[in-house]
């Protein structure tokens, strides 16, 4: 697999896409999209997006994971328990051989989701087990991390955690430094152009540490309007831009990295 985007983290078996998903997956090729690493949230959704690997082979390439922040809509949602992860246990084992990775797992210290500090804890406790399952697998981990980042760093350093792509990353440059040093790699969505805490991490995370994503249908150019994986073309030009380097070296050095994370992207697209 040579040349193209790799977008390492959207969720296209996200209801969102339900309606049109052909459409979707037409204008992301045609923007030179090669692969969607497609993240999961809850266990309801890994049957989906295997699914959906068999569907568009070589294209979709699935993680299995447990969010930190479950529920539907913004009005029912929650912090993650013990009870979420446990229908998924089996499904790990399952798939093992169908999965580039476990994510979307990690933290969300967001106060109106966890106002607890149990809530807190169980969040932890829920992140490493998948972390154990990772390693038990031999798989790299897709992490969501918001208002949680040093602590995040700190568990996945804690847990021995080789291989991790931290995505949407917002914490302090100090913090994702330490990520640098573990060889962990951060990605950055198209939103990202309306953040200046973001812009100071592209210009001092070096490129040989940054994987592109949409984190589609969310994080797009524009608020209000669905985000498809074709704007991962935003996210690099913006990149470019910010490291005064021409978009195809961010291109080219993107898709490398996330080959060396995710190495199943490899065996997924060798010929059968």
Sequence with gaps: MDG????????????????DLEDVIQRAKEAGVKTLVSVTEKASEFERVIQLSKIYPGLVAPCLGIHPVQGFGSQDLRSVTEQDLEPALPLFQKYREDIVAIGEIG???????TPHAQQREEQQSVFRKQL??????????????RSAAKVTIGILKEQGVSRALLHNF??????AMEGV??????????????NEQRVRLI???????ICLETDSPALGPDKHVRNEPKNIVL?????????GIPPETVVEATTQNALKLFPGIKKMSAPK
Aim: glycine share 4%.
């Design 181 to 194: 040093q573990m060889g962990y790699y951060f990605s950055f969505p198209p939103a990202v152009c309306r």
């Design 107 to 113: 933290l969300d210290f967001t106060p109106w989701y």
């Design 203 to 209: 210009k001092q995370i070096p490129l040989e540490h």
């Design 132 to 145: 154990q399952i990772s390693k038990e697998l031999d798989l790299p981990v897709n992490v969501h991390s």
């Design 170 to 175: 917002a914490g302090r440059l100090s913090v």
């Design 4 to 19: 193209g985007f790799v977008d390492c983290h959207c969720h296209i078996s996200a209801q969102e896409f339900d309606e």
């Design 235 to 243: 996210s690099s030009e913006y990149i470019a831009q910010m490291k």
